[in-house]
């Protein structure tokens, strides 16, 4: 009898260690779905961000509504993208300083470009719609090809391995 009880018990620990482990593993895998969503969507308003220009140079209209549109646009993509900073900057502080480079280097290209836009005729034909004049801006995958590595390396074992590394190599000693 004292066997089948050491048995039932050992099914009994087994059953909860096992049930405790897929519990265990499950918000993991949850909590790794949510944050390599936000990091997609950093990616996606720095790169809204480049967009603005031609958003702003392929206007129809210099109506108030619209004119008044595409400022709403802007201000609520600058907040979400203040927010994706400070986010990225707590959650891994050596991917938010290269998220920090991107935007800066993002701000120095599209504020130049935005104004030269502005200045611009709205695009009331078809023709109007090329931006060539534009086109002095680095391509948007140049910008955000080392933050877009490091947000990749994030969530691939090897790859943390080699942030670990740099992490270490920028951090000052205490």
């Known amino acids: 009898m004292e066997s089948l009880g050491a048995v039932a018990s050992s099914a009994l620990f087994t059953a909860i260690v096992v049930g405790f482990m897929s519990w265990y593993l499950n918000r993991w895998g949850a909590s ?18 480049y967009e603005l220009p031609y958003r702003i140079r392929r206007r129809v209209s210099d109506d108030p509504s619209e004119l008044s549109r595409l400022a709403q646009q802007a201000h609520e993509l600058q907040e979400r993208l203040a927010n994706d900073q400070a986010w990225v900057s707590i959650e891994k502080p050596i991917i938010g300083a290269e998220y920090a480079r991107c935007l800066k280097a993002l701000r120095e290209q599209v504020a130049p470009c935005s104004r030269q ?11 109007r719609m090329n931006v060539a004049d534009l086109d002095k801006m680095v391509p948007v995958d140049e910008l955000l090809s080392t933050y877009t590595s490091m947000t990749a390396a994030r969530f691939q074992m090897a790859h943390r391995i080699r942030l670990k590394s ?9």
């Open 32 to 49: 790794r779905d949510r944050k390599r969503e936000r990091y997609a969507e950093t990616i996606q308003n720095l790169v809204a961000w």
């Open 117 to 127: 836009a502005w200045n611009c005729e709205p695009a009331a034909e078809p023709k």
């Open 166 to 174: 740099l992490e270490r190599k920028r951090t000052p000693p205490a």
